[in-house]
Every structure is written in C-alpha cells, then in structure tokens.
C-alpha cells in the first residue's frame, strides 16, 4: 500500500521560503510520477509541480516557474518542493500525489494520481 505524507508547511512572510517534502512508502519507485498540487479556500485544485522519480521532466505552472524547484532523493523516498519569494497567493493547502508507471492521462490534473498525501498548510502573511 502506497503511502504519502507531506510535512515542511507553516506560516512565512511574503518574499520568503519554504521546503515541502513528500515521503513516499510501500514499494519501490522507478518510473513514477510525483505531483505537487495546491488547493486554496474556495477555489478548485490546482496543478504546482511534478517530476519523473527516474529523474528529470520536471513542469510547472506558470504561476511558479522561476520562483518554485521540485526535486527528489530516490535514497530516501522524498520529494521535495522549495518554495522561494513566496506571495500571499500561494497561500493553500499543498498536497503530493503519485502518478503510477503506465499512467496516460494528463499529469497537470488531478484525476492522473492514482496516490494523495494528507496534504500541509501553507498560509504567506503580507
């Protein structure tokens, strides 16, 4: 059983930085898809980040790119998201997600992640 779980959220000041990590468990990771997706208050689910665990193909939403860095440790089983010059926008709750080997839907939604993390807080005061 697949499990995901998300800790590094918490609350920072406009123009500053967080490091979101995301421990996967329950089986060994080759090919795979990891998301990183945001949901704040009264808005739909959105698309952050994502990256191939065999390395490289990492996308991001244009709200980001520049400012967000998704990586991964395949020693450890993590993901991680660094969140620089955050804004008051980026305020949401940040969830992971995995996309198993052989997945053909669209990685930037959703309904491609077969896996979801709990999900963590994250609130940037201005």
């Known amino acids: 059983q697949v499990q995901l779980v998300e800790s590094g959220g918490g609350l920072v000041q406009a123009g500053g930085s967080l490091r979101l990590s995301c421990a996967a468990s329950?089986?060994?990771?080759?090919?795979?898809?990891m998301g990183w997706f945001r949901q704040a208050p009264g808005k739909e689910r959105e698309f952050v980040a994502s990256i191939r665990w065999s390395g490289g193909n990492t996308y991001y939403s244009d709200s980001v790119n520049g400012r967000f860095t998704i990586s991964r440790d395949n020693t450890k089983n993590t993901v991680y998201l660094q969140m620089n010059s955050l804004k008051p926008e980026d305020t949401a709750v940040y969830y992971c997600a995995l996309r198993e080997t052989g997945g053909l839907r669209d990685f930037r939604e959703g309904t491609a992640y077969d896996y979801w993390g709990q999900g963590t807080q994250v609130t940037v005061s201005s």
């Open positions: 329950g089986r060994t990771f080759s090919d795979d898809r």
